[in-house]
């Protein structure tokens, strides 16, 4: 696991977040104490929507 400090995070939280691997963890230090973990997660592939799958939805609107 990746040890950082929250200065540290605060300044490339972007980054840190772009570059996680599923599963991967990064703690956060203040003061030398861990206030937070990031974890990655996997990306879910979307399923494409079927024609006229929302006909019957009555939040739809149509």
Known sequence: MTVI???H??????????GLQPGEEVQ???DDQPVA??????????TPRK???AKD???HGG
């Open 5 to 7: 400090t929250i200065e």
């Open 9 to 18: 995070a605060q300044a490339n939280l972007f980054d840190l977040i772009a």
């Open 28 to 30: 956060i230090l203040r």
């Open 37 to 46: 973990v990031l974890v990655g997660q996997p990306v879910m592939p979307r």
């Open 51 to 53: 024609a006229g799958s």
């Open 57 to 59: 939805n009555p939040f």
